[in-house]
């Protein structure tokens, strides 16, 4: 394995092995902790994931974790402004993958709403995620090789508005150039604030590409993913 060579900022914890399953097994397990910590001492908790072929394992442990599922509200950092019947739906992709078994009683809080735009359907999803328990309990991103995370594109021309959002402005539609659809994102402010994030990492290329971030944290609208590597910060890879 390569994590010898990566040179994290202090504060960051690796959790490294070569097996994708074992390392989704690990995750679910601290994620279902601090959830089952967070209900011991509020009435809700809040789960925000990201989407991909990635983080399937770990939705499938983490499904059958015997929590009060019917207290956590469950949402995407992200979504494609498409419907659920559109194979690039993560809505989808969540509902079967997580919202199954133990895990069907948790509420929902979907990023996509009625509208032909994410403009159109804005209010509707500001609206929506009143519901979400507020600051995030646990966050759970993914990355691209280009550095973008949840939907915090280099290229999009929304990027600093996402980047520096306002409190009443939880989300923000964007459209990056290199992506085939229109998609609407949490902002950065709202993601940053989660009281744990992890991120869930598979393959050579995302540990060169988490390299090259850790490399110049500083130069965050260059690769978004820079604005999450901060003390506690906890990063799943697997081969």
Do not use: C, Y
């Not at 770990?58 to 949402?75: H, I, M, N, Y």
């Not at 509420?107 to 600051?135: C, H, I, Y």
């Not at 998609?183 to 744990?196: N, V």
């Amino acid at each position: 394995m390569k994590t010898p060579e990566l040179n994290l900022p202090e504060g960051i914890e690796l959790i490294a092995g070569s097996n994708a399953d074992a390392v989704a097994r690990q995750l679910a397990k601290a994620v279902a902790a601090a959830l089952g910590r967070r209900l011991a001492e509020a009435p809700r908790a809040s789960l925000v994931v990201s989407g991909g072929s990635t983080p399937l394992p770990f939705f499938k442990v983490l499904s059958q974790e015997p929590l009060e599922w019917a207290r956590v509200d469950v949402a995407l950092a992200d979504e494609r402004w498409v419907p659920e019947s559109d194979p690039a739906s993560n809505t989808a992709l969540v509902k079967q993958h997580l919202l199954a078994g133990p895990a069907a009683a948790a509420r929902f809080v979907s990023l996509k709403q009625d509208g032909d735009t994410p403009e159109e359907g804005m209010a509707a999803v500001v609206a929506a995620l009143g519901d979400l328990a507020q600051p995030i309990d646990v966050l759970i991103l993914g990355m691209g090789n280009d550095g973008h995370t949840a939907s915090l594109f280099p290229d999009a021309p929304e990027l600093h508005r996402a980047m520096t959002a306002a409190e009443g402005e939880p989300a923000v539609a964007v459209h990056p150039p290199s992506q085939p659809q229109s998609r609407i994102t949490l902002s950065f402010p709202l993601l940053s604030q989660a009281r744990m994030t992890a991120l869930h990492l598979k393959g050579d290329d995302k540990l060169d590409t988490l390299a090259k971030a850790a490399s110049a944290v500083d130069q965050v609208n260059a690769m978004p993913i820079r604005g999450f590597l901060k003390p506690g910060l906890k990063v799943f890879w697997s081969a």
